[in-house]
């Protein structure tokens, strides 16, 4: 895993965990593009269960189990961005936006309704994004 955001979040209060997510984000979000698809395509995939479990402690306030979802499902985001870039935005622009709605993603997702976490995700990032480039 990329060294930068490996270990942002250890044992802390809540208030630091909400700046650690942050933190997470930010990275993500600011990173070059070339760091992010090296990044995404290092990270593996993680089974059903492990998702889960992963889904649970972030609403539990874990910052941990959502930097781990996010990097797990960050290609999702990075190959979506490459595959529509220049249709009306940069690939920067809808990296970052992919990895917004990984966030909400993990946020809304029920395991009962949607199946499996990371096609849940995968099919918000790519809806979300063409309706992105097509109204651009």
Do not use: K
Not at 7 to 20: K, Q, Y
Not at 68 to 93: F, H, K, P, T, Y
């Amino acid at each position: 895993r990329n060294g930068c955001v490996t270990g942002l979040a250890g044992r802390s209060s809540p208030a630091e965990r909400v700046s650690m997510r942050e933190a997470t984000t930010s990275y993500l979000s600011d990173a070059p593009v070339g760091d992010l698809v090296t990044t995404a395509s290092r990270e593996p995939l993680l089974d059903e269960e492990h998702e889960l479990a992963l889904i649970r402690r972030f609403r539990q306030g874990d910052p941990e189990a959502l930097e781990r979802l996010l990097m797990s499902n960050l290609r999702v985001a990075v190959d979506e961005a490459i595959r529509n870039r220049g249709l009306g935005q940069s690939q920067r622009i809808l990296v970052r936006r992919g990895i917004t709605v990984l966030i909400e993603a993990a946020r809304t997702y029920d395991p009962d309704l949607h199946g499996p976490f990371s096609r849940y995700a995968g099919q918000r990032v790519r809806s979300t994004l063409s309706a992105d480039v097509s109204h651009a």
